[in-house]
């Protein structure tokens, strides 16, 4: 059966781990944080400290937001927080993020996470050694003299992947232990467009193991049978972990709960570059960049979406409707991340999509 993930919502942190430890009771296997309002790393230590059994991982961290020493110290220090249950999310978010909000380099990107994720493991699998560390490429690191004085609770964290176009998305495929969806991914777009380029980043992978005659039956999530002691050790083979995120709203009129889905279309349909992404619905998307060109609120679109298109791109309507949605990843996911609907909402609609879907989880985990 596949897993069900899910992401907390809260207006404090406060909230937010509460809704955490009743997700953690119902069965939901692994707690994500995001990275936009709050910092990931630290809303996942929220996460680990008030939960004792289920997964914790960010969902995602910004990676070129930080050095990626910080990041492998972060991840180094959530792992051991959590009693080995992190998970380190990465994405590059996009161009002027990185550079207006953040002041750092983003381009050439896909190199350059390559680049990142090498040093990332090759801290947490050697800090604890003293040997010095040395990579060097669009990021790049040397370290020598120094040694962290506290053990790894493990050597090799898993890293997931976020990414959506081809070059992107056959990089995690190539280097990581898991991949995360964008928060729309109907099934469909899965199958046809994000699997293919997964499993072509899969084949370059294991080409490459075999050549270096390493072994392919690594977990993912302990690294049992994996030793990363260089930024230049190579993923064992595999596919990695396919983990969808899903915008999901219930109700039992389900034209109230794909009313509070729309305004999460609406935000990502403002993008023009999601062509592709919106295709079935090109003329709906088309209206929606252009408003958003002229000015409209990034929160104020949902009364561009159809109910329709709102249903096609969430998991959103009654609880049988969603249950049925969740069902059409088997085969072709691991696990759906679930995270209520907030775009153009108040608390109160946020907070009532979130407890519905605790209660979904609990019913079908």
């Known amino acids: 059966m596949i897993r069900l993930d899910f992401q907390p919502w809260g207006e404090s942190l406060a909230e937010l781990t509460d809704a955490a430890r009743r997700a953690e009771d119902a069965g939901a296997g692994v707690l994500w944080a995001p990275e936009l309002h709050r910092s990931a790393p630290v809303t996942a230590a929220a996460l680990a400290a008030a939960t004792g059994r289920v997964g914790v991982g960010t969902g995602i961290a910004l990676a070129f937001a930080r050095s990626p020493m910080l990041t492998a110290l972060s991840a180094l220090d959530l792992d051991e927080l959590s009693g080995g249950r992190f998970r380190l999310g990465l994405g590059t978010g996009v161009r002027r993020l990185i550079g207006d909000w953040h002041g750092m380099p983003f381009d050439p990107p896909v190199a350059r996470l390559r680049d990142t994720v ?54 995690a495929g190539e280097i990581g232990d898991g991949w995360l969806s964008h928060e729309l991914c109907p099934p469909g777009h899965l199958a046809d467009t994000i699997l293919p380029m ?155 999509a979130q407890n519905a879907i605790i209660d979904l989880i609990r019913e079908l985990a």
Request: aromatic share 6%; with cysteine.
């Open 118 to 171: 090498a040093i990332i493991r090759a801290v947490v699998a050697g800090a604890y050694t003293g040997e010095p560390i040395e990579h060097t490429g669009e990021a790049s690191i040397s370290v020598r003299g120094w040694r962290r004085p506290y053990p790894p609770v493990r050597e090799r964290i898993p890293v997931y992947l976020a990414a959506m176009g081809p070059a992107m998305t056959a990089l």
């Open 198 to 352: 997964l499993r072509k980043g899969s084949a370059r992978n294991r080409n490459k193991t075999a050549g270096a005659g390493q072994a392919t039956n690594a977990d993912p999530v302990t690294g049992a049978g994996t030793a990363a002691s260089a930024a230049t050790a190579v993923l064992p083979g595999g596919t990695p972990e396919v983990v969808v995120s899903a915008c999901c709203s219930v109700d039992a009129d389900a034209a109230v709960a794909r009313d509070r889905a729309r305004g999460v279309v609406g935000f990502y349909a403002s993008v023009q570059t999601y062509a592709d992404l919106f295709a079935e619905y090109a003329d709906e998307h088309a209206a929606v960049v252009a408003a958003r060109r002229e000015g409209r609120a990034a929160e104020a679109l949902a009364e561009l979406v159809p109910a329709p298109m709102a249903a096609a791109y969430t998991l959103s309507g009654t609880r049988d409707d969603v249950a049925a949605g969740i069902a059409r990843y088997e085969g072709l996911a691991d696990a759906v991340k679930l995270s209520p609907p907030t775009h153009g909402l108040a608390p109160a609609q946020i907070r009532a």
